[in-house]
C-alpha cells in the first residue's frame, strides 16, 4: 500500500521524532510512504494571514505533487492537514478559486486524490485491528489521554473527522497496543498553538489546564498527532512539571510493535519519557 507523504516544516525540525517514528511505523505496517519530490512550506501559521491567494496556492502546489503520483496524500501535522484539507475543499467547491489557483500554479486539479492525516490514513489504510495484531509488547501499565487538539477536527464541513466533540480513532488505536484510553473532557480544547511565540504565558495557562486535566483523570501520558501540540505540552507546561510525558502515536505504536530505534525518538524530547517506561518495564 503506498500513499504520497508530505512531512512539512516542523518534522524537519521540531518534531524529528515525529517523522522517524512515522516512517519506521508505517513501514513496519506495510504502508509506504513516498515523500514529495521538492514540497514546499503549506504557510501553515501564516500565509492565511497575510494574503488569502497566496494562502491557496502554496498548500496547491503540494495537492498537485501528489496528484502527480497518483497517491492518497498522507500529512502527519495537524496543521498541514488542515491548511491542505481546507485548500483541496477550496478546489472542489469554489470555482472563480480553482481556476484562478490552477493558472498561478500551472496544474489541473482532478479532485483525485484525498488528503489525510497520517492519524487517519492509519486508522482508514491499515486498521485498528491488524495493528492489535502487530502487537508484540503491549503496553501495559500505560494509562493515556489522548490529545486531538482542535485542528484535526475543525471546522467539521471540512475535516469530516469521526466526531468533531468525542473523536474515538485514537483512543481505539491506544487500547489496541495494549495500553489504557481514559476518557476526558479535554480532547479537542485548543493548546494554544502558534500563540505560544508572542504570548507565551497565556498558553501556559492553557497548557497547564490540560496537565491538570490529565492528572485528575489518572493519566500517566499523554498521546497527540500534532507536532505544535506535543511542542506546547512540553515546553509550555508549568516549570517543574515533569510528570507527565507528551507522546506522538506514531512512538507508542512503535514502543508496541517493539522497533528497535525507539530509543532515538525518546531521546528528542524536551520532556524525558523514560523514567515512566522503565518503571512499566516498557523501555527498549
Known sequence: MKLSYFPGCSL????????????SVCKALGMEL???????CCGATSAHSTNHTLSITLPAKNIALAQELGSDLAVPCSACYNVLKKTDYTLRNDENMRGKTEQITGFKYSGEINILSLLEAVVTKVGVKSIAKSVKKP???LNVVCYYGCLLVRPPEVTQFD???????LDNIINSLGAR?????YKTDCCGASLSLTSADIVQKMVGRLMDAAKEAGANAIVTACP???????????????GIPAFYFTELIGLALDLPDTGRWFKLHLVDPLPLLNSLSLAR
Request: proline share 4%; hydrophobic share 30%.
Open 12 to 23: 524537519e525540525s521540531t518534531a524529528k521524532e515525529y517523522d522517524m517514528s512515522a516512517r
Open 34 to 40: 513516498v515523500e514529495l519530490e521538492d514540497w514546499v
Open 139 to 141: 503496553l501495559q501499565g
Open 163 to 169: 466526531n468533531r466533540e468525542n473523536p474515538e480513532s
Open 181 to 185: 484510553a481514559i476518557p476526558w473532557a
Open 228 to 242: 505544535l501540540c506535543q511542542s506546547n505540552l512540553e515546553m509550555r507546561r508549568q516549570k517543574g512539571d515533569t
